[in-house]
């Protein structure tokens, strides 16, 4: 279900969403896989899945 949302940028004045080719980093460990994602205002915004 979670993998279905879009991730949005929630910096002040941005809320751009963000999309795939936005997405920097992608981690997976036993907590759940993070995607690091850099909006084109600057910021970093990181959202974990089970």
Not at 7 to 15: K, L, R
Not at 26 to 49: F, I, K, L, N, Q
Request: one cysteine or more.
């Amino acid at each position: 279900m979670l993998e279905s949302l879009t991730p949005t940028c929630e910096a002040e004045g941005c809320e751009r969403t963000l999309r795939p080719e936005d997405r920097q980093i992608v981690y997976e460990s036993p907590g759940g896989t993070r995607h690091v994602y850099e909006c084109a205002c600057g910021t970093v915004t990181v959202t974990v899945t089970r």
